[in-house]
């Protein structure tokens, strides 16, 4: 009996494990055999067949391959308190290998935070990215605990940088990899899939691909140069006509473009694009991209942005084009956090963070929740009423509904399994929390009293009907220990 007794002690003592741990998406060518060479005026740098010669004037002040591997590796050192770096599993042609910096306060360990991947230089005529990329993760290391959105960052997600995943095109000074393929055109297509099979995608496509099942990541953006605009899915469409083919996400997907173009320098001000942003098939369609590839299969929100109007800026420019986009990646990276619906998902009879699914009603696409914490990250407008779905199989579907404003709101799901009749649902809407230190506290501290009184009502309902309620009602207090103690979401 004393062991029984003890039961929901154990299990809020687990909660509390659980809840302790720290809470957790081209430009765009290559040769297309669709591409009938007919594009507008605006493309055409993109898609030129002879690009101007690479001179050695032009590359002056770049980074090399080597270079940048030194200064990858010198941050790694110089930032190790924020910090890892590993390398991907590519095996390129040349002996060349690619490195990624792990940015997070806890960068060697998983945690139910977001998860955003940069990714620069896919095309090796495009250097730009990867130069502003190696900007972003040094201000992030200068600026963490100065700077509030840099601390932000480093504090509430785990930022991935691939500052070139074409190092071989980037030394041949061409588009493609060093088989002359265009890497945003090898991913499997959703509409023309020739062969779809990963082994017969090129290495450095199939590392991103094995990647992205690896990681469990919420959004991501690709780094190219020769326009200045923000791109989003669809690429391509199923006639290979050129217009406007939005996908599922398409609000969604305007909004985090919007963030970006509203943020930079001028990007919003472009005569080219309304607002800075465009659709993909608008634009012109493409196939075999990236960033489709990501939203499809990987629940990675995947942004293509064109940052530099000229793909070989003078090198001395570099900083200026890194001023001009810093405030656009941040705020894009800050979304993740301070916005969408956020939550994990338990399963009622074990008490145990499960990898079910979040919908939104009405749009029809899923997120998953990690399988390590059972955590998920949906990006979505705010200002607006959402019902949420969760599920997961061998599990009773649950759904509620939310009024999202500006702030993040987190929102848990307890699943009964199948073949039970009971309605567990204990959905949190924490509503996040857009106010100062003061009122944080205060907002903790009225979460406390609210657990314990409820806690104590629990346990003395546990007591009394033990027999009948006992797994049912541990789920119910792990949950209200997790949501109740969980920091609110810092605006
Ligand atoms: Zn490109």
Not at 206 to 231: C, D, P, Y
Not at 445 to 453: G, P, Q, V
């Amino acid at each position: 009996m004393a062991i029984s007794h003890l039961q929901p002690v154990v299990i809020l003592l687990v909660l509390s494990a659980f809840a302790s741990l720290p809470t957790q998406a081209a430009a765009r060518g290559g040769h297309d055999p669709l591409d009938d060479g007919a594009h507008e005026p605006f493309s055409r740098k993109l898609l030129e067949d002879k690009p101007p010669q690479i001179t050695e004037e032009m590359v002056r002040g770049y980074m090399s391959n080597a270079e940048l591997e030194a200064a990858v590796h010198a941050f790694g050192s110089r930032c190790s308190n924020i910090s890892r770096v590993y390398r991907d599993n590519t095996n390129l042609l040349s002996a060349l290998e690619r490195w990624v910096i792990e940015i997070s306060d806890k960068p060697r360990q998983r945690e139910a935070e977001p998860a955003f991947k940069f990714i620069g230089n896919v095309h090796g005529d495009e250097p730009v990215g990867r130069e502003v990329l190696m900007h972003l993760a040094n201000w992030l290391c200068d600026n963490y605990l100065k700077d509030s959105l840099a601390t932000l960052i480093v504090e509430n997600m785990h930022l991935h940088i691939l500052p070139t995943m074409n190092p071989d095109g980037f030394a041949l000074r061409w588009r493609g990899n060093a088989n002359n393929i265009d890497l945003n055109r090898d991913f499997p297509d959703q509409f023309f899939s020739v062969n779809n099979d990963i082994d017969y995608r090129q290495p450095e496509t199939r590392a991103i691909m094995n990647w992205v099942k690896q990681e469990h990541f919420t959004a991501s953006a690709s780094l190219h140069g020769g326009a200045l605009v923000a791109n989003y899915p669809w690429d391509g469409t199923r006639d290979t006509s050129k217009h406007y083919y939005g996908c599922p996400d398409d609000k969604t997907f305007r909004h985090m473009a919007s963030v970006y173009s509203r943020s930079h320098y001028n990007m919003s001000l472009s005569k080219e694009f309304e607002g800075g942003i465009t659709n993909g098939a608008l634009w012109y369609p493409i196939y075999g991209g990236m960033q489709d590839w990501n939203y499809i299969h990987g629940g990675c929100f995947e942004l293509t942005l064109e940052i530099s109007d000229t793909k070989w800026p003078k090198a001395d420019e570099l900083p200026v084009i890194w001023e001009h986009n810093r405030m656009s990646m941040l705020n894009l990276l800050t979304t993740l956090i301070k916005s969408g619906v956020h939550g994990r998902i338990f399963a009622a009879d074990t008490g145990r963070p499960i990898p079910g699914s979040v919908m939104i009603k009405g749009i029809d696409s899923k997120v998953s929740a990690s399988s390590t914490f059972g955590d998920y990250h949906r990006i979505v407008v705010p200002g607006e009423t959402y019902e949420v779905v969760a599920s997961m199989e061998g599990f009773q579907q649950k759904s509620t509904r939310i009024m999202l404003e500006q702030e993040a709101v987190n929102l848990d799901f307890i699943l009964d399994p199948d073949g039970t009749d009971g309605q567990m649902k204990l959905p949190r809407n924490d509503g996040g929390c857009h106010c100062d230190n003061a009122k944080l506290f205060h907002v903790q501290e009225a979460h406390l009293w609210l657990y314990l009184l409820i806690v104590s009502v629990l346990l003395t309902l546990y007591l009394v009907f033990k027999r009948k309620t006992a797994s049912r009602l541990a789920s119910k207090l792990l949950a209200y220990r997790y949501s109740s103690l969980r920091r609110p979401v810092a605006v």
